[in-house]
């Protein structure tokens, strides 16, 4: 299963990016999508997740009124909106899908982000 990622760049501190990621649309039984980032010599942490429905979204504290994550559940996507950027939000972005019976998860190949001061 591939999941195509997209929209990462190099961007000012302040400034915004958009990033994308569309999985399959015959994936069998998708339940959460979700963004993860790994940022230069560090674990890697979610930042975002929601079920397909949108009813339940989480964020990392430090991302919390600055990101926010959107599905579109019948063409399989999954956008992350980040704005307010700061450096510490440097790093490889990689977008997910875990499905549901069995449980399973399928990772994008991850999207750099780069936000200089």
């Known amino acids: 299963v591939q999941l195509q990622a997209s929209g990462g760049g190099l961007v000012q501190a302040g400034g915004s990016l958009r990033l994308s990621c569309a999985a399959p649309?015959?994936?069998?039984?998708?339940?959460?999508m979700g963004w993860h980032r790994q940022a230069p010599g560090k674990e890697r942490e979610m930042v975002a997740t929601?079920?397909?429905?949108?009813?339940?979204?989480n964020y990392v504290d430090s991302v919390k009124d600055r990101f926010t994550i959107s599905i579109d559940a019948a063409r399989m996507t999954v956008d992350l909106q980040m704005n307010s950027l700061k450096p510490e939000d440097t790093g490889v972005y990689f977008c997910?899908?875990?499905?549901?019976?069995?449980?399973?998860?399928?990772w994008g190949q991850g999207t750099l982000v780069t936000v200089s001061s």
């Open positions: 997910y899908v875990r499905t549901w019976g069995p449980r399973l998860e399928y």
């Open positions: 649309e015959n994936l069998y039984r998708p339940n959460v």
């Open positions: 929601s079920t397909m429905g949108g009813g339940t979204k």
